[in-house]
């Protein structure tokens, strides 16, 4: 079993900057791949990136460019630094981390609303 733990969403202006994190624990040892995804109001949930245990990572591409993803494996802990925020970024974010074993887990969501 994996928990895991998000914070850093909130309220930003159009042009402003979040940074999320998410926190593992529990069989942390098997963790592999780690991600954020994001589901607005009558939106599919979609990926908004991902990174492999290696570092390499993924992005949807309305993100590119104004987003990263990073990872400290030491803390089996994710981060999204997200910069020049937009009003379509405006959602839930939620942290996944994939294991070695394919087992799939979920935060608990952190919304993130970017308006004037």
């Known amino acids: 079993q994996v928990q895991l733990v998000e914070s850093g969403g909130g309220l930003v202006q159009p042009g402003g900057s979040l940074r999320l994190s998410c926190a593992a624990s529990g069989s942390i040892f098997s963790i592999n791949a780690m991600g954020w995804y994001r589901q607005a109001p009558g939106k599919q949930r979609e990926l908004v990136a991902s990174?492999?245990?290696?570092?390499?990572?993924n992005y949807v591409d309305s993100v590119k460019g104004r987003f990263t993803i990073s990872r400290v494996n030491a803390r089996n802990t994710v981060f999204l630094q997200m910069n020049s925020l937009k009003p379509e970024d405006t959602a839930v974010y939620y942290c996944n981390v994939v294991l070695y074993s394919r087992a799939n887990y979920w935060g608990q969501g952190t919304q993130v609303t970017v308006s004037s």
């Open positions: 990174i492999t245990r290696d570092g390499s990572t």
